[in-house]
């Protein structure tokens, strides 16, 4: 390998269940409002505003047991989503080609800065500081496409402290899991190693630290953590 002038970065690797290999991440992208009912509670009409894409750094992904508390925020809120890794990529792809591109899916949770979230929105500011902090992507072990297929339906929910804050189906998606890959290619060549967080269905809310969640999507696995 070509030598660096410091050391280079780590590459983001996360589990594959039932194989040693990992899944190298390149780029983590994730659809907003992709569930009417969470547009809703959110404060906006899904007729009228389509979902949209925002981006979380790579190293925000990882498998874990505990999610640190991030610092900058009194109102850290969970979101479950069904997290799709790519296999392969392309610009522009054709919605009837974009799941020959997904290597697997995971569950995962797009922890968010709600304060910090708002307090942009409002001043028309970009989200980073909202939604790309440490560790603020936490996923389960990915499960492989060719051995599951793909989930276009099935319950999606999480639990706090044993108390169930959402329940929805992934056949609530307004734009269907071919129909992201498509959107998205759009605006970004999309490669192997990118990860989308396809959206949250209704019910997010705040945790504080010590608080336990577990959350799972019907035949794509589980994912637990404890809040430090
Ligand atoms: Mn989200």
């Known amino acids: 390998m070509q030598a660096t002038v410091i050391p280079a970065p780590a590459p983001v690797l996360i589990d594959v269940d039932g194989v040693v290999e990992q ?3 390149r780029r983590v992208y994730c659809v907003g409002r992709n569930y009417a009912d969470h547009a809703i509670e959110m404060g906006h009409d899904p007729s009228r505003e389509p979902p949209f894409f925002f981006q979380k750094n790579a190293d925000n992904l990882f498998n874990g047991d505990s999610f640190p508390y991030p610092p900058q925020s009194a109102n850290v809120h969970f979101e ?10 392309g610009a522009d792809i054709p919605v009837e080609d974009a799941l020959s591109k ?5 569950v995962g949770i797009d922890f968010t800065r709600r304060d910090v979230q708002d307090a942009a929105k409002k001043m028309s500011r970009p989200w980073e500081a909202a939604k790309a902090f440490e560790k ?4 389960s072990p990915l499960l492989r496409a060719e051995t599951i297929g793909h989930p276009h339906q099935g319950a999606i929910w999480l639990e706090v402290n044993g108390e169930r804050k959402q329940a929805g189906n992934l056949n609530q ?3 269907k899991l ?9 605006f970004f060549t999309l490669a ?3 990860v989308i967080m396809t959206g949250t269905p209704a019910g997010v809310g705040a ?3 010590g608080d336990r969640i577990d959350c799972g999507i019907d035949q794509v696995g589980t994912l637990s953590l404890t809040v430090v």
Do not use: N, Q
Request: charge should be negative.
């Open 178 to 186: 071919p129909e992201v890959i498509a959107e998205l290619s759009k």
């Open 173 to 175: 998606m307004i734009w």
């Open 207 to 209: 945790i504080v630290r």
């Open 23 to 25: 899944f190298p991440v």
């Open 80 to 89: 479950v989503e069904l997290v799709m890794a790519l296999g392969g990529g």
């Open 192 to 194: 192997a190693g990118d």
């Open 136 to 139: 603020s992507a936490p996923v």
């Open 102 to 106: 997904v290597y697997g899916y995971g």
